[in-house]
Nanobody, 123 residues
Framework: QVQLLESGGGLVQPGGSLRLSCAASGSIFGINDMGWYRQAPGKQRELVAGIASGGSTHYADSVKGRFTISRDNAKNTVYLQMNSLKPEDTAVYYC?????????????????WGQGTQVTVSS
């Protein structure tokens, strides 16, 4: 069984920084795109940043220039470096990934979600 485990959330003052990590575990053959999403109270979940297997990235307009997504393929891990944080960045942040697994001669594809990590930006 594959799963994603996020870490790195917490409470930070406006203007501060946090680094989120998300590690995929299980019998993983490969990982295609990976991404970070967030969901604030009363709002829909939204894409924050995504990174393809080749390293190309894209960002929501609201975080461009402040957040950086990266990945370590050897560790099956994706990161989100968040700088110049604002109160409106407060949300639960979720990791998502397109995972390829191999079992008994068959390849499987799945897109699990992590459990989420709370980020609170407040003075």
């Amino acid at each position: 069984q594959v799963q994603l485990l996020e870490s790195g959330g917490g409470l930070v003052q406006p203007g501060g920084s946090l680094r989120l990590s998300c590690a995929a575990s299980g019998s993983i053959f490969g990982i295609n795109d990976m991404g970070w999403y967030r969901q604030a109270p009363g709002k829909q979940r939204e894409l924050v940043a995504g990174i393809a297997s080749g390293g190309s990235t894209h960002y929501a307009d609201s975080v461009k220039g402040r957040f950086t997504i990266s990945r370590d393929n050897a560790k099956n891990t994706v990161y989100l470096q968040m700088n110049s944080l604002k109160p409106e960045d407060t949300a639960v942040y979720y990791c998502n990934a397109d995972l390829i697994t191999y079992s008994s001669g068959t390849y499987y594809e799945s897109r699990p979600w992590g459990q989420g990590t709370q980020v609170t930006v407040s003075s």
